[in-house]
């Protein structure tokens, strides 16, 4: 019996990164990618029908308003996406014995901390997006016990739009730019992230409740510039600086500890850096 499972926001980043690797898991996994057109996980009603007339194991939420700067006039709309389509996630997985896989997100946190946060740490977030997502695992919390609530940061992949694709694209071509130095964090691969969740879903994990996924190591935004830049061997037209003008506030220091994750895996994820030349090298081809 194959196992079942949901995926919401399939046209998102994540959400193709995983349908690429599903092809691996076809004899034991048989999987349903499903777009706003398909299913608008905003419409309660919508939702309660797809749960009904069909029959999962797990669903993994892809499903996400990530524009930062927009969510501060847009707020209702971050809010829907982000926290009461959640709602009706969590409250027709527990009517339907669906394990929910939900994707959070570092900017839960203030970054006013100094060493990287850990899952019970105090959540603070100063901006819309991440008090919308906050919210989220909250309706996650209150509704769902078996629940994965993974927070990860500063998610790329060769898939869409993203930090490392713009930035790939703006050296290939020569362009000059200047990169901000005052945030820091962890890049993280969608192709990393994506074998957490199918080590979730392989191992039929049992251990519930939010954990934090990153690459290892921490880096500036700069920092990753220069990493993509080592790649072409041209680093001259990177220029540090220290801020650039955002509409919302952004967490300075929001590096997440792997350390709940690497004891249920019993494996240490890839460090930044290599995980970035990875996808480099298939942006390359």
Avoid at 59 to 87: G, P, R
Avoid at 229 to 253: G, Q, T
Wanted: proline residues 2%; charged residues 20%; aromatic residues 10%.
């Amino acid at each position: 019996m194959k196992i079942r499972v949901l995926v919401t926001g399939a046209n998102g980043q994540l959400g193709k990164t995983i349908r690429e690797i599903s092809y691996d898991f076809l004899g034991l996994i048989e999987f349903v990618f499903v777009e706003k057109s398909k299913l608008d996980i905003t419409k309660k009603e919508s939702v309660k029908h797809f749960f009904e007339t069909n029959n999962f194991d797990y669903c993994i939420n892809c499903a996400a308003y990530t524009n930062v700067d927009l969510a501060e006039s847009e707020t209702k709309v971050a809010m829907d996406v982000n926290a009461n389509a959640v709602k009706h996630l969590a409250v027709n997985c527990k009517q339907n014995n669906v394990v929910l896989i939900h994707i959070s997100t570092d900017y839960v946190f203030d970054g006013k901390n100094t060493n990287p946060y850990l899952e019970n740490d105090q959540t603070n977030p100063i901006n819309v997006y991440g008090e919308s997502k906050l919210l989220g695992e909250e309706y996650i919390k209150a509704n769902l016990n078996n629940h994965f609530i993974i927070r990860t940061s500063w998610l790329y992949s060769k898939f869409n739009k993203n930090f490392v694709k713009t930035i790939f694209e703006k050296i290939k071509n020569n362009q000059s730019l200047k990169i901000i130095t005052s945030q820091k964090s962890t890049p993280t691969s969608c192709l990393d992230l994506s074998e957490f969740i199918m080590f979730l879903i392989t191992n039929k994990v049992k251990s519930f409740g939010t954990y934090h996924f990153s690459a290892q190591g921490e880096a500036t935004w700069y920092d990753l510039g220069l990493q993509i830049a080592k790649h072409f061997d041209n680093s001259s037209n990177i220029k540090p600086i220290e801020m650039y003008e955002s509409i919302a506030n952004r967490p300075l220091y929001s590096v997440l500890s792997n350390d709940k994750a690497i004891a249920l895996t019993n494996k240490k994820p890839p460090s930044w850096k290599v995980s970035v030349n990875q996808i480099l090298c298939d942006l390359s081809q």
